[in-house]
């Protein structure tokens, strides 16, 4: 058997009773939780700099090396999702995100904190084994509005990394945010492990294989490498905004402290609101259309944040930023879940990966041109990946529906081809 475009699978998969409301509202409240870790740094980066003595582009390795991390993660760890117990895997990453936080919080130089940040990013993965996790046990008509409320709380959690963590900087420094953030994650551990159904592993299964089986998942299929492509294109211009704006807030005219420079991550707020509709618009089959008018959103966004001078036309850059980005992420991550659930962990590997590495990208094109090029550079270049991804969805359209040839693809238990599923659209 084989393996081609996903299309939407038919009804009678798990359903809500087997995913109770309270046990989605804790999931989604532990995407926010782990992926906040990852963004506490954003807002700290000028009091990093002083703190440590060191340069802008040293201290943004912090955010930099924290999505190569978290990258790293994605292809090595979250594809044992199809392979090992979910629950165990989800409890020892977050065992480890706490203890890494902990030393973080007492970090002795730039490059120790960075090096910590970075493992914090590869634990924080954990995320990309719970969003699967939740799709499989979801009914199949409402696995997107599931999939919404799961990035509503993980948008939640980015909005308020940069408030808290420069709120509690104001107040009584950096090094506590990483303190407060290691107690949160051992927290986490302990009620996941007790609230979270533990699917069964593919027995036999072989890691070596299992990785090969990414490289043949993306290789074989154009409709999960177009949505690869989109989703780095989104995530590298969001970093690259995000990077770059705490330096030019900390600099004239504006010269903001850390804590004032964290509120503009309430902006944000605009985003986590767009993952619910956005995952709805994906129940009702029109994600490619809403797609093209989020991106539209996006180009559009920068426009106005190149008006940097002015806060007014600033803050609505912002806005239409995230409502752009989040919700195109939305979009694609529903339609990654519609592969076969035995291959929906690499299908996540696959495509957050080249979620991530566009971040990390973003974040080092900001570091890079913000020193050399001003807040003109880092404008100019988040409109060229805006106008990139419009291409990118022009080109998707045309591509029409997925061709009919399909391709074996290794299940991870022995290696014998996944099911098939019919033919859809990209």
């Known amino acids: 058997m084989s393996i081609s475009q996903p299309t939407p699978p038919a009804a009678g998969g798990r359903g809500q009773a087997g995913l109770p409301r309270a046990l989605v509202l804790l999931l989604a409240a532990a995407c926010g939780v782990i992926v906040a870790n990852n963004y506490y740094a954003q807002p700290l980066l000028p009091a990093l700099q002083h703190a440590f003595?060191?340069?802008?582009?040293?201290?943004?390795?912090?955010?930099?090396?924290?999505?190569?991390?978290?990258?790293?993660?994605l292809v090595f760890i979250v594809p044992l999702g199809d392979l090992a117990g979910r629950r165990r895997l989800v409890t020892l990453l977050l065992a480890l995100d706490a203890v890494v936080l902990a030393a973080a919080a007492a970090a002795p130089s730039a490059w120790a904190l960075i090096a910590l940040l970075t493992a914090?990013?590869?634990?924080?993965?954990a995320i990309n084994v719970l969003i699967p996790t939740a799709a499989s046990l979801a009914d199949d008509s409402q696995r997107?509005?599931?999939?919404?409320?799961?990035?509503?709380?993980?948008?939640?959690?980015?909005?308020l990394a940069r408030t808290v963590a420069g709120a509690i900087d104001s107040?009584?420094?950096?090094?506590?945010?990483?303190?407060?953030?290691?107690?949160?994650?051992?927290?986490?551990?302990?009620?996941?492990?007790?609230?979270?159904?533990?699917?069964?592993?593919?027995?036999?299964?072989?890691?070596?294989?299992?990785l090969a089986s990414v490289v043949t998942l993306v290789r074989t299929q154009p409709f999960l490498r177009r949505r690869m492509a989109a989703g780095a294109?989104?995530?590298?211009?969001?970093?690259?905004?995000?990077?770059?704006?705490?330096?030019?807030?900390?600099?004239?005219?504006?010269?903001?402290?850390?804590?004032?420079i964290g509120?503009?991550?309430?902006?944000?707020?605009?985003?986590?609101a767009a993952a619910q509709p956005a995952g709805r618009l994906q129940d009702r089959g029109i994600a490619h259309g809403a797609t093209g008018v989020l991106l539209v959103l996006l180009a559009g966004s920068w426009a106005l944040l190149a008006e940097g001078r002015n806060l007014l036309l600033l803050a609505a850059g912002i806005v239409l930023l995230d409502i752009g980005v989040q919700g195109v992420h939305v979009l694609n991550q529903g339609r990654i879940y519609l592969f076969p659930a035995q291959v929906r962990a690499r299908a996540t590997t696959a495509y957050m990966s080249a979620y991530f590495l566009g971040g990390a990208a973003?974040?080092?094109?900001?570091?890079?041109?913000?020193?050399?090029?001003?807040?003109?550079?880092?404008?100019?270049?988040?409109?060229?990946?805006?106008?990139?991804?419009?291409?990118l969805w022009a080109g998707d359209r045309r591509a029409g529906p997925a061709p009919a040839a399909t391709t074996s693809l290794p299940r991870p238990a022995d290696a014998a081809p996944a099911a098939g599923v019919g033919s859809g659209t990209g």
């Open 263 to 272: 509120l503009f991550g309430l902006l944000g707020a605009a985003g986590a």
């Open 144 to 159: 997107g509005r599931v999939v919404g409320t799961l990035m509503t709380g993980l948008l939640l959690g980015i909005l």
């Open 53 to 73: 003595g060191t340069s802008a582009g040293t201290a943004g390795l912090c955010v930099t090396l924290n999505q190569l991390g978290y990258a790293a993660g």
């Open 171 to 210: 107040l009584v420094g950096w090094r506590p945010v990483y303190g407060v953030a290691a107690v949160a994650a051992a927290a986490l551990a302990l009620a996941l492990h007790a609230k979270l159904p533990e699917l069964p592993a593919a027995p036999g299964a072989r890691y070596p294989q299992l």
């Open 233 to 260: 294109l989104g995530f590298g211009a969001f970093q690259l905004l995000w990077t770059a704006l705490p330096f030019m807030l900390s600099d004239k005219p504006y010269a903001y402290a850390p804590a004032v």
């Open 120 to 125: 914090a990013g590869t634990a924080g993965t």
């Open 362 to 391: 973003g974040g080092a094109v900001a570091v890079a041109l913000y020193p050399a090029w001003g807040w003109d550079g880092v404008c100019a270049a988040g409109a060229v990946m805006a106008l990139a991804g419009l291409a």
